[in-house]
């Protein structure tokens, strides 16, 4: 009698051991699929961030590494304050959260709304061209242009100057910054455009 109890509490207590064998089974399974799905979180955030560093990388143009090229007259001269240049780099860049640049076929009637014959003037200079991400404000992609396309020493004295600012074609807002050259050292600088009216007073184009 006494060697079946001890036998009916051996079996209760093995399954007792039985069931929490089964319930530390399934605990070390859920630790672990949560370890492996923090983990693929953790390498995915840091995917995304040097993705979104990459992408700040590629705003940069070494200005310092382009090479010398004479102003070129035909078949338009665009002049900046009265000085030929020669556009080296063209930067684009909607304004505003979620907004973004027309596709490719449309941009280039927008050019032409802001400057007469500038894709004519862009076939002829070659520059290297950017479409920028949206830019929150005028002022924030002004200063950025100037940092990630900086020419030396500011333009002083050298060949080089810069343009930045907003432009307004058809009612919608744009903003476009330039790099340019000349052919003897100038004076113009980085030229920052208050206003959109003011690129009138900046720029002009003359037909060969």
Not at 13 to 41: K, R
Not at 71 to 97: C, D, K, M, N, Q
Request: charged share 15%; glycine share 8%.
């Amino acid at each position: 009698m006494v060697l079946q109890q001890r036998n009916r509490l051996f079996l209760k207590q093995g399954g007792n051991l039985e069931l929490l064998n089964e319930t530390g089974i399934w605990i070390g399974a859920g630790v672990l699929l949560f370890c492996l799905l923090f983990v693929g979180w953790f390498l995915s955030g840091r995917k995304d961030t040097s993705d979104h560093s990459e992408r700040e990388v590629n705003l940069t143009i070494d200005i310092e590494q382009l090479p010398t090229l004479p102003v070129t007259t035909i078949p338009f001269r665009l002049e900046i304050y009265g000085s030929p240049v020669r556009i080296r780099a063209l930067v684009l860049a909607p304004i505003g959260r979620g907004q973004t640049l027309p596709s490719k076929e449309h941009l280039g009637n927008i050019l032409n709304h802001f400057i007469p014959n500038f894709t004519s003037i862009l076939d002829s200079h070659h520059p290297i061209f950017r479409r920028w991400p949206e830019q929150l404000s005028t002022s924030g992609f002004i200063q950025s242009f100037f940092n990630n396309l900086a020419i030396p020493n500011k333009g002083q004295g050298t060949i080089w100057c810069s343009i930045a600012g907003t432009i307004e074609v058809v009612g919608s807002s744009y903003l476009i910054g330039m790099v340019c050259s000349t052919d003897t050292p100038n004076s113009l600088s980085q030229i920052t455009v208050e206003r959109p009216g003011q690129w009138l007073d900046i720029l002009r184009v003359h037909q060969a």
